[in-house]
């Protein structure tokens, strides 16, 4: 297979899916995990420092209860608990292949939103590298409600890598890269060597997960290919049931995809809210605000708003969406200086009639320094 030369690194997150620890979704298995091991330790030895982030705790739990082994979906407190059994084994067989420590981090969507734990998380990470150690990384599936989880370790990768300062990303899935169509259902699917820029179409290009017991598929992948990179981080995608793969990696070279960084990095602020904040509603704009704030960088107007949906208050975090002849496409987020209800009573009007309406002088409904396009 072709290779291309991988921008230096120095300090990488390598993220390992259930497929590759537990391949049938069976249990934890030396299979691919014996060369994923011997290039951690290959990379160390160059003198590279690695972070692991792992899946396979609910494989592992798994291999556990015969019973529920011929189950193909299982209940959410099944699968919390199926993680509690499994991540013991999980580290255990990660811990055997290594003369250096392993150390099991667990992480909740709030350890890598929430500044302060964010702030020890990383800390703790950096410490643990001093020490010499591998730093194991698992989401805390088995406290994590679900509307509290980051969900795939994909995008829980990406977290980590900003949280680690990494400068590269590693996802190890069990195909060659991203194809520029289905490769299961094409033969002629073609690998693309190098993704200059994660927009709409490449998304298009992402199916979903065939393996049961993985969370993510390509578009998690491509998610968690776009946080790292706006973040400056180079992101490849690499077999890693391929030996051949991973050696690439410690010669310099990518048998893969390479999601290149992007040269302007977005600011901590704009990426926490592009990637972090949910949005609490939606306001929907016509084409003259869609066009001032895709080309020139403005301000959002109560004038451009031409519709409202969702309760939010000022300050929440909004989606906004372009109405573009039938359809609807979104474009940014923001912080909003108007509730719901206040502005559907504004919407596509002139800013000097807000006053009038509203009882007070008003202001922007988002102002461009509280606004991010979603594919800047
Ligand atoms: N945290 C899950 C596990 O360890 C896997 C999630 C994922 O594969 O994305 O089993």
């Not at 499994?86 to 580290?91: A, H, N, R, S």
């Not at 573009?324 to 002139?350: C, E, M, N, S």
């Amino acid at each position: 297979m072709a290779t291309t030369a991988l921008p230096v690194w120095r300090r990488a997150v390598i993220k390992i899916g259930s497929g590759l620890i537990a391949p049938g979704g069976k249990k934890c298995s030396t299979q691919y995990t014996l060369s994923i091991a011997g290039f951690i330790t290959a990379a160390k030895n160059q003198g590279k420092e690695i972070i692991m982030v792992s899946s396979g705790a609910v494989a592992g739990g798994l291999s556990t209860q015969p019973e529920l082994l011929k189950h193909t979906t299982w209940t959410i407190p099944e699968k919390q608990a199926l993680a509690a059994i499994g991540q013991p084994l999980m580290m255990n067989h990660w811990r055997r292949f290594f003369d250096f420590p392993c150390a099991q981090l667990l992480l909740t969507y709030d350890d890598v939103h929430n500044r302060k734990r964010f702030v020890n998380a990383k800390n703790t990470i950096r410490q643990l590298l001093r020490m010499g150690c591998l730093p194991i990384v698992n989401e805390n599936d088995t406290v994590a409600v679900e509307e509290l989880r980051v969900g795939d370790n994909d995008n829980l990768a990406a977290y980590v890598a900003m949280l680690a300062e990494a400068d590269l990303l590693i996802i190890c899935s069990d195909i060659d890269g991203l194809y520029d169509s289905d490769p299961h259902c094409h033969s002629n699917a073609r690998l693309l060597p190098v993704v200059e820029k994660i927009d709409r179409t490449i998304y298009t290009l992402a199916g979903g997960s065939r393996n049961p017991i993985a969370t993510g598929g390509m578009r998690t992948k491509i998610e968690a290919a776009q946080k790292a990179c706006a973040r400056g981080i180079n992101t490849v995608l690499i077999n890693g049931r391929r030996r051949e793969a991973l050696d690439s990696l410690l010669a310099g070279q990518l048998s893969g995809t390479l999601f290149k960084r992007s040269q302007n990095p977005m600011t901590a602020k704009k990426h926490w809210m592009v990637h972090a904040l949910t949005p609490c509603g939606q306001i929907i704009i016509d084409s003259g605000a869609g066009r001032a704030l895709l080309q020139g960088g403005a301000s959002l107007l109560p004038s451009g708003v031409t519709g409202v949906a969702g309760d939010f208050k000022k300050g929440d975090a909004v989606l906004v969406l372009l109405q573009q002849g039938k359809q609807i496409v979104p474009i940014a987020k923001g912080i909003t200086r108007y509730g719901a209800r206040d502005l559907t009573k504004i919407k596509g009007r002139k800013s000097a009639e807000v006053t009038g309406i509203l009882g007070y002088t008003g202001a922007e409904v988002i102002h461009r320094d509280d606004l991010v396009l979603i594919y800047e």
